[in-house]
């Protein structure tokens, strides 16, 4: 049964840096691209990053560029969000996405 489990959100203050982690199980992430999406309260769930399967090659929404940065490790079925720079706009649930199954999502709070 796939599963993805993300983990690393919490409260942090503007400027701060966070680490989200999604670790699958059930299969295996190599053939697969996988995305970090996020949903802000009121607002629709919105693409935030995405790493492609061969080759690592990224995509960042405009928001997040220069301050988020999204990697992998195939040998632990794990995706990674590194957040840095963070604002308060950027609070959300973080969800991480991959072969059409959804993770339960992690809350990042930016707030003084």
Known sequence: QAQLVESGGGLVQPGGSLRLSCVASGFSISPYAMSWYRQAP?????LVALIT???GGTNYADSVKGRFTISRNNAKNTVYLQMTGLKPEDTAVYYCFVAGSWGQGTQVTVSS
Do not use: C, D, L
């Open 42 to 46: 009121g607002k629709e769930r919105e």
């Open 53 to 55: 399967s061969i080759g």
